[in-house]
């Protein structure tokens, strides 16, 4: 059974930072591409990050480059999105996903995806 389990969301003011955790299945892990997507309340799912399965090529949303970092931990089975200087309109549900295909910015491509963890910006 594949299972994305994502944790590290939380209140936070603005300006703050937190660390998205998301930990696959260990096979998920070295084989797939992995995401970050959110959705926040009334609006549609949008991609915030993603990385390759080698962790040599990532890619940002322009809303959030030079805020939020990607990254993978192989030791730990773990990817990671480092997320500083929040703004109020970060908050949504961040949900990481896996994909088997290059384009690692469409929703559409990704096969796998954990339940999410709420993030919440105070202003």
């Known amino acids: 059974q594949v299972q994305l389990v994502e944790s590290g969301g939380g209140l936070v003011q603005a300006g703050g930072s937190l660390r998205l955790s998301c930990t696959p299945s260990?096979?998920?892990?070295?084989?797939?591409?992995m995401g970050w997507f959110r959705q926040a309340p009334g609006k549609e799912r949008e991609f915030v990050a993603a990385?390759?399965?080698?962790?040599?090529?990532?890619s940002y949303a322009d809303s959030v480059k030079g805020r939020f970092t990607i990254s993978r931990d192989t030791a730990r089975n773990t990817i990671y999105l480092q997320m500083n200087s929040l703004k109020p309109e970060d908050t949504a549900v961040y949900c990481c996903?896996?994909?088997?295909?290059?384009?690692?910015?469409?929703?559409?491509?990704?096969?796998?995806w954990g339940q999410g963890t709420q993030v919440t910006v105070s202003s």
């Open positions: 990385i390759s399965v080698s962790g040599r090529s990532t």
């Open positions: 260990g096979w998920i892990f070295s084989t797939h591409n």
């Open positions: 996903a896996a994909t088997m295909e290059r384009n690692m910015s469409m929703a559409e491509r990704y096969r796998y």
